[in-house]
Structure formats: structure tokens, C-alpha cells
């Protein structure tokens, strides 16, 4: 720490010589309000917010304990059962080899929950470096990673991700780490662009502005002062992309280029049922119900929080 | 737009959509048309019957109160695309592919309404006392689309490219020369051929002519190759052609060709078709009525039947009994049923291993490893006791009824019922897990290690996929952890050539549908038994690459000898080698369907001249010549 001064002398920090940002944002005048009426209640999330959170926590529970859970083998096929509706022993019925749709469901959620959140998490860690920089420094950097973002935009996400699989991909047992890293690839531009943004506004803030006169070198401004502020926007925005990505493992398993069988996953399922839809609609709709409930829950938890935590020009 | 007003858009979206994909896309409820299925009761009890038999012939017995009609465009949609199109030395041919082949070109021969193999473009087959030398006379007056004649010179030209390829030549193994005198053409085996050479120059890939002109002009022409030409020869050859724009001499001219799913293969009326009424005409039957006939690759059966219910199709086909039945409830579309001398549903086993003389015999080798680079050494399949616990471990019955609709019948060897060859009982495994459970403690001792492990491939269809994970799952149930099967789709247009390389374990696979046991041959001789080996590359018609001197043995009967019960014994036998080695798990009869737009008529029956009809549906196919639209107009 000491190093990064010119002075040599250790200050205070710029984070604690400025008030926390959170606090600020608390602190500040609300739509005009009288400033002494105090610090701002955070608005309700609502009970919305709170069953999204309840579904995600338990589906990914069961996928995490799957293996110990009372279910049946996700492979196992039983003579009899082919195409049968939901029973008291399979809850959500039977697909066309007979195997049980509901420990196919969970044991699906393994494959999308690992993807989607491996995934996002990379995609945030190299998207947020690169949108930091870009909003960061400005002038010639901004406009090369802004112009490698738009390009990458440009193309739509589930062509490039089944470009980018049957051109990276050549054994299906590298599958999931194939898919992670397409998935990684769709995700850095979009995650990049919200971060630039972002980074834009806070390294306008006084406390930025003090720590470069300070003599804090950038290194340090952007990790200590900038990203903490960044950060809260950035996880929520995440489970939107987590919530994307989901849809695209979907997309590519429907296609057959996910994970091999027999390991289920949702977009593979669907896919298995589509032939039966007249007849047994439930084999392709359980599955694409569950997909849509979990994606629905992922985007309005990461649109509450990204409300929450959004910094809005009239606080600043 | 607030996010909460978005949420609810996407939520009526996703509701509308499922109420869509819940709802019938039969139409039917709204639509009218003035043409009938005409299916009776009867007539459904009489095909439950037939297929049941094994006889199901797939004839379309229709009554049609006009006659034919000239005009219209027929959209075909189609199982796959063919790798390494179009010409027949060079292409791997299976259903589609021989479709095509019936629109835009004829065979010498083709098989009657009985199952006997009667000329066409030829017009006579006549042989030596001891079978070794035949003669082909072929009609004359008969010209290619570019205005080649159809002569001995031609029809030598196509049999010499097939028998020279990498791909067709092991199916004429024995064939020693061939010569061409004005409209015959002699052939001259080292051996007797009881058959002759009939059961090759049907209509199966090599037994339908194209253009020798054409064909020249082909860099990939075996005979524009050394040794048949010099190197300098070779460079100096005019090999503009395009393979893909092939020239044949069929009732359909070829227009364009577009590879891959979703694109098509066009072709339009041959003016001058030698069944026609041009001034070439040699019978002045106004064939064919159609105007165009467009195929169309549809690899997805619900895209393919979805197209046909849309009015994208007008015709499908299919071997996916699920579907079939679906046709069979559904008296909106014509559907016919065939599995009279069918083909075989199955899991082809790669057993290729240790030396084979026989092949090394034939290249003039001391000895012949088959498999230099020991790509399947550990595979366990190797060993016929790991097979034949496998074997037993697989319900038939359960796939037949679960997988196949209870519209299809399980299979114990390679001859369906109705066929020279069929069995009762093949001596192939039954399902029996006692059994199961002790041929699988010979097999670990054998193999020498668990878990038992191999690959099994399937194509990439969601369907075939999901069969074949039942498969797995059989395993699983009867082994439990001592095996692990990895399932691999594979994308339809590699399949083909995986199997001709040998580059699989345990492969799903649908063959040997034929009116004849010498028909086979090939496909299990352990001289078609090419090595396993990439380098070279090798390509063996026996995929499955196992060797049997007695199989061999069995087969030297059925082509040389004329008797057909000393024929009919060694095919049997045959049927019994496959049951005691196992080198593939029988699975079940195939079924094939033909839906069809009911406007389609004469969808079967093609007569040959002099001759009668042809046998209606064989391994899916029917011709197209004969068929016609009501009106004129296909779509209404």
C-alpha cells in the first residue's frame, strides 16, 4: 500500500477518507426530500422477490444433493411406464423410454445451474475487467474494447455459440467445459458494456477524483474505490445473464449439441418430447416449464437487485 | 415499456405458446379435401395381418375413377442427404439416395410384385452351362439425357467404375472381365454365379446406368486414375464435370442439387424419356406424368412430418413406427406399410481384430493385420461371450412394443419373415438375465478387466437417441455398474462413413432388405473385411469387419449353386451363425411408411414391360414414374 504513494508517507485511504459509497447513495436527498429527513429506507423487495428466491434456492439445493435425495436414477428406465402421465410414482410421469421426468428435471438442473453459473461468474470476472478498463481510462482503450464489444454484439448469440461449438468441439466428453467456455465468450461483451458504463459514472465521483489527487495510482483507484461501487449492479446484472445463458444451454442441448446422453438436461428433454406432443405433451412440457420458471425467477431476482442497486443521477 | 409490463408480455407469450404446442396441428377439422385415404376397415385388418407376417407390401389399392394425368410438382421430403454425391461409385447410397436415383435414372433389372428379378433396361440375361459367363442384352434406343446411347460399351463403362472403386469394387469380387459388343455386354466370373449378376445390377446403387460421358469427366472416376490411365494421361484429362450434376437416363432430368438439410435435389420431366411419348419413345406410355418432382432433406422426422401436415410435402418417408402410427390414426393422408423382404433394425458390432488371410489372399499379400494401429483391441465386444450376455440382456419385445409403436416385431437375425433364410428360432440369444448374468462372468474373465465399457453410436436423431439409451439401460439393469456405455449421436452425414472405416464400437444400424440371400454376400465376407486403419483410409462393406470361414463357406453355396433348397439350407445356416457368434444385436423388423398428400395417386405399381408390376414397396422405396396428381395439380 505504502508503495503505491509517491509520498511515501501512508494516508488515509481514499475509501475511508471519503464516506462509503453505499452510504452515500442512503444518505442522499430522495426526489427531492428534505435532506435532514435521514438515511433512505431501502424499497421493499416484495414477496415476488422472496418465492423467486425460495424457487432458485430449492431448485438449486436439489440439484446439489441430488445424489442423496429419495429420487430415482435419472437413467434408469422402467418397463411399462413409457409416455405415462404424472402417477403417484412419478410425479411428473414418464418419458418415452419410460424414465422418471422428475429426477430427470433435477439432475437437468445440474447441467444448466453448473453452465449457466460457471459461466456467468467467468464472464463477469473477464467482462467486468474489461469494461472497467474501457470506462476507466477512456480515449483509446475505451474505443478498442468498445469496438470489439459491438462487434461481438452484432452477431446473434445462439449462431456464434453453435459456431463456436461445432468449431472448438470434437469429443463430447469435453462437452460442459466446451460449453463454459462459449458461454463465456457470448457473455464478456454484455457484461463488459454494462460494467464501462457503470465505471463510467463512478470514476466521475469525487471520492475518485480525490484519491487521483491523492497520488493513488489507477490500479489501486479502480479495485478500491471504483469496483466495490460497481460490483452490486454487476452480480445483479449476472443473474440476468446467468438467467440468458440457461436459455441458450437450452437452445443447444434442443439442438443435440450439449452435454452427451445419457445425462439429462432440459433442453434435451424438450427436445425428446417434441415428437409426443399430441399424445403425451407433458414429456416436453414439464421440463420447458421448469426452464421458464427458473429463468423468470433468475430475471426478476437480478432486475430487483439491479433496481435496488442501480445508481441513479438524481442520489448521486 | 416497465419491466413489469414486459414480465406480463412474456408470460402470456409463454402461455400462448403452450397452448399452442398442446393443441391438434391436424387441421383436419377445417379442412376438406374431395380426395380419400379410401383405408377400410378390412383393409386395416388385412395389413395388421400382413405386417404381422412379415408381408406387408406397402401397394397403394387405391381406386381411382380417372386415369392419369400429366403435370404437377411433387415435393419429396427425405431422410438425409448422401455423402460424396452423385455418382454410384462414388456415394454413400441408402434410401434417399436410391430414391433420387429412381427419378433420374433406371436399373438393368427390377424386381416383380413376386420378389423375382426380371430385366428392364436389359432385355435379356442369358448364361454359360456353368454360370461363369453371363450376357446382358440391353434394349435399344434407350439414350442418357445428354444423348449418349445406352449400349455394351455403356453399361461395361458403369460396371467397370463400380467394380474399380474403393467403395463398390469389394461387391464384385470375382468379377474378371467384362466385355461390350453393340447392345450386350459379358461378364466372366472366376466362379460359378447362380444368380448371375441380376441381384447387383437391380435397383440397387451400381445396377442403375449413367452416362459414361458424364462419368469421364469426373476426377473422382476410378478409371480416370493410374493404373487404367498414365500419369501424364491422367493431367491431361478433361475432369470438368461435376459429380453432383448427374446424367442418367430416368424419367426425371436433373436441375439442381443443393447439399445439406433443409435443401433439395430438383428434377424435372424427362421429355424424352424411353417410357415417354417423344420421338424417342420406345413404348408410348406418356411416362412420367409429373412435371417435377423436388426432394427435399428433412433428417428430423417431426420436421419431416410437420412439412408433410403443413403442405411443405407432399410425400414423406419414414421408418419411425411412432410416426407411422400416428399416420395410421389419421385418415387424412395416404399411408402405405411395407416390411415384405425388409430390412433389419440393429446394433452392428465392430469385431475387426487378429490377421485375415482370406483378404490378404485376395490382394496378393502374405498376411493382412486388421487392426495395425490396435484402434479396437480393447474393445470388449471382441469377445463373443461379452456379445452374447449382451445380447441376452436386451428385452426385444419391450423395444418392439415401447420404441416401435406395438407396430413392429422383434428381430433373431438378418432374413425377416416371408424371406429365403428366416428362422423361428436363429439360435439367437433370447432376453434371459440368469442367462445374462453367466455368459457376463465369462465375459469379464475373458475381457480381463471391468467395468465393460464401449461406445455406442446413433444417429443424432432425438428419437434414435432415445432408443438407444433404453438399450443402454437394459444393460445397466442387468450389469449394473460393471458396464459403462457412452452413447454418442452422431450427425447423420459422418455415420456412413464411421461404419465403412471401422472407426466405431457398437453402431444402430438398419440393412439387408433384399429378395435374396446372394444379395448379402458382401457385407459379410471376410474378404469385403477391409483392416481398421486410417492412414490408408480402408473402406469394408463388412462394417463390422468379423470373419467366418464357415459364413464364407455358406455363401460359396448360395451363389454357386442353382438348387434353391441347397440355397435355402445355407442361408439358414447362415441365419444360425449369426445367432452362435453374435456380431450384431438383432433389435427389430423395420417398418417402412409412405405418407402421402392424397392427391399423390398410383404411389406403387410402376408395370414392367412385358413383365407386370413391381414389387410396390421395397426397403422403402417405390418408384416414381408412375405418379400422378388428381387434376394435374398436387397441392389442390
Request: one cysteine or more.
Amino acid at each position: 500500500m505504502v508503495a503505491d504513494l509517491d509520498s511515501g508517507v501512508a494516508p488515509a485511504t481514499a475509501a475511508t477518507a471519503e464516506p462509503a459509497p453505499a452510504a452515500i447513495v442512503d444518505a442522499g436527498p430522495e426526489n427531492g426530500s428534505d435532506a435532514g429527513a435521514g438515511v433512505r429506507r431501502p424499497k421493499a423487495l416484495g414477496v415476488m422477490f422472496w418465492l423467486a428466491v425460495g424457487y432458485l434456492v430449492v431448485l438449486v439445493l436439489a440439484a446439489i444433493f441430488a445424489e442423496v435425495l429419495p429420487i430415482k436414477d435419472p437413467a434408469d428406465t422402467f418397463s411399462g411406464t413409457a409416455k405415462n402421465g404424472p402417477s403417484a410414482e412419478f410425479w411428473f410421469g414418464n418419458d418415452g423410454a419410460g424414465r422418471d421426468i422428475f429426477s430427470r428435471v433435477i439432475y437437468g438442473a445440474q447441467v444448466s445451474l453448473i453452465i449457466a453459473s460457471v459461466g456467468a461468474t467467468l464472464a463477469l470476472l473477464i467482462g467486468g475487467m474489461i469494461g472497467m478498463a474501457a470506462g476507466y481510462y477512456r480515449s483509446r482503450v475505451d474505443t478498442i474494447i468498445t469496438t470489439f464489444t459491438d462487434a461481438t454484439l452484432v452477431i446473434p448469440p445462439l449462431i456464434l455459440a453453435l459456431s463456436l461449438i461445432l468449431f472448438l468441439d470434437s469429443e463430447a466428453a469435453r462437452r460442459v467445459f466446451i460449453l463454459i467456455v462459449v458461454f463465456v465468450l457470448l457473455s464478456i461483451a454484455p457484461i463488459a458494456r454494462v460494467v464501462r458504463a457503470s465505471t463510467l459514472v463512478w470514476s466521475e465521483r469525487e471520492f475518485v477524483l480525490a484519491a487521483k489527487t491523492m497520488g493513488a495510482r489507477n490500479g489501486r483507484i479502480m479495485f478500491r474505490e471504483v469496483l466495490p461501487n460497481v460490483a452490486p449492479a454487476l452480480i445483479s446484472y449476472s443473474l440476468i445473464v446467468m438467467a440468458n445463458l440457461i436459455v441458450v444451454e437450452g437452445a443447444v442441448a434442443f439442438l443435440g449439441l450439449s452435454v452427451p446422453p445419457p445425462t439429462p438436461t432440459w433442453g434435451d428433454m424438450i427436445n425428446k418430447g417434441r415428437t409426443d406432443l399430441e399424445a403425451a405433451a407433458h414429456i416436453s412440457l414439464v421440463p420447458a416449464a421448469v426452464m421458464f420458471l427458473t429463468v423468470l425467477a433468475l430475471n426478476f431476482v437480478g432486475d430487483k437487485l439491479q433496481e435496488r442497486y442501480e445508481p441513479r443521477e438524481s442520489v448521486l | 415499456m416497465s419491466p413489469r409490463w414486459t414480465k406480463l408480455l412474456v408470460i402470456a407469450l409463454a402461455l400462448s405458446l403452450f397452448a399452442a404446442a398442446c393443441g391438434s396441428n391436424d387441421g383436419g377439422d377445417e379442412e376438406t379435401t374431395e380426395v380419400t385415404t379410401g383405408q377400410t376397415e378390412e383393409d386395416q385388418q388385412q395389413l395388421e395381418t400382413d405386417r404381422e407376417a412379415g408381408e406387408a407390401t406397402g401397394e397403394d389399392e387405391r381406386d381411382v375413377e380417372t386415369g392419369p394425368v400429366h403435370g404437377g410438382k411433387v415435393v419429396y421430403g427425405i431422410e438425409a442427404d448422401s455423402a460424396n454425391p452423385w455418382a454410384h461409385y462414388a456415394v454413400s447410397c441408402a434410401i434417399s439416395c436410391l430414391l433420387i436415383y429412381r427419378a433420374i435414372t433406371d436399373p438393368l433389372f427390377l424386381t416383380d410384385v413376386n420378389g423375382d428379378i426380371q430385366p428392364y433396361l436389359a432385355e435379356s440375361l442369358e448364361s454359360n452351362d456353368d454360370f461363369t459367363q453371363w450376357t446382358v442384352t440391353v434394349r435399344d434406343g434407350v439414350s442418357f439425357h445428354d444423348g449418349t446411347p445406352l449400349d455394351g460399351a455403356a453399361v461395361k463403362y458403369n460396371i467397370d467404375t463400380c467394380r474399380f472403386s474403393a467403395l463398390t469394387g469389394p461387391a464384385f469380387l470375382g468379377l474378371e472381365d467384362v466385355t461390350a459388343d453393340g447392345q450386350t455386354v459379358t461378364l466372366t466370373y472366376s466362379a460359378p454365379e447362380a444368380t448371375g449378376p441380376r441381384s447387383l445390377l437391380r435397383e440397387r446403387t451400381c445396377g442403375h446406368m449413367f452416362s459414361p460421358a458424364w462419368m469421364a469427366t469426373l476426377a473422382n472416376n476410378p478409371l480416370n486414375l493410374p493404373p487404367f490411365v498414365t500419369e501424364e494421361e491422367a493431367a491431361e484429362l478433361d475432369l470438368s464435370g461435376d459429380p453432383a450434376a448427374p446424367v442418367g437416363l430416368g424419367a426425371f432430368v436433373h436441375e439442381s442439387y443443393t447439399p445439406g438439410n433443409g435443401n433439395s435435389f430438383i428434377a424435372t420431366r424427362n421429355p424424352d424419356y424411353w417410357r415417354g411419348d417423344g420421338p424417342n419413345s420406345l413404348t408410348d406410355e406418356g411416362l412420367p406424368y409429373l412435371d417435377e418432382i423436388e426432394f427435399v432433406v428433412a433428417v428430423d422426422i417431426q420436421g419431416r412430418s410437420n412439412g408433410l401436415r403443413a403442405g411443405q410435402f407432399d410425400i414423406i418417408h419414414t421408418a419411425n413406427a411412432d410416426e407411422i402410427k400416428k399416420y395410421e390414426e389419421d385418415g387424412e393422408f395416404v399411408l402405405l406399410q411395407a416390411n415384405d423382404f425388409g430390412e433389419t433394425s440393429y446394433i452392428m458390432l465392430n469385431v475387426g481384430a487378429g490377421e485375415n488371410p482370406t483378404l490378404a489372399f485376395v490382394r496378393g499379400l502374405d498376411s493382412l493385420t486388421m487392426d495395425p494401429g490396435d484402434l479396437n483391441s480393447a474393445s470388449p465386444l471382441l469377445q463373443v461371450s461379452c456379445r452374447r450376455a449382451l445380447a441376452h440382456a436386451i428385452d426385444r419385445q419391450r423395444l418392439a412394443d415401447e420404441r416401435g409403436a406395438g407396430i413392429v416385431t422383434p428381430a433373431n437375425g438378418p432374413f425377416p419373415p416371408g424371406s429365403i433364410g428366416h428362422l423361428e428360432d436363429s439360435g439367437y440369444p433370447d432376453f434371459d438375465l440368469d442367462a445374462a448374468a453367466t455368459e457376463w462372468e465369462t465375459c469379464k474373465a475373458d475381457h480381463g478387466s471391468t467395468p465393460i465399457s464401449f461406445t455406442f453410436n446413433t444417429t443424432n436423431d432425438a428419437f434414435n437417441v432415445e432408443t438407444n439409451e433404453l438399450v443402454a439401460s437394459m444393460w445397466r439393469d442387468a450389469f449394473g455398474d460393471e458396464i459403462e456405455v457412452s452413447i454418442a449421436p452422431i450427425e447423420q452425414g459422418q455415420y456412413i462413413g464411421l461404419a465403412l472405416a471401422g472407426a466405431f464400437q457398437a453402431q444402430a444400424w438398419r440393412n439387408h432388405g433384399g429378395v435374396d440371400p446372394a444379395e448379402q454376400w458382401f457385407w459379410w465376407s471376410s474378404a469385403t473385411a477391409s483392416p481398421i486403419d486410417p492412414s490408408v483410409p480402408e473402406l469394408a462393406l463388412n462394417f463390422g469387419r468379423f470373419q467366418d470361414p464357415e459364413m464364407d463357406a455358406q455363401f460359396t453355396i448360395i451363389r454357386q449353386n442353382p438348387d434353391p433348397a441347397a440355397r435355402q439350407a445355407a442361408a439358414e445356416e447362415v441365419n444360425r451363425l449369426f445367432g452362435q457368434n453374435v456380431w450384431n444385436f438383432w433389435t427389430t423388423w423395420t417398418l417402412w411408411g409412405v405418407a402421402a398428400n392424397p392427391r399423390i395417386q398410383d404411389l406403387t405399381d410402376l408395370e414392367i414391360p412385358g413383365f407386370g408390376p413391381t414389387i410396390p414397396v421395397l426397403g422403402g422405396r417405390h418408384h416414381l414414374t408412375q405418379m400422378w396428381c388428381t387434376d394435374g395439380d398436387c397441392q389442390g
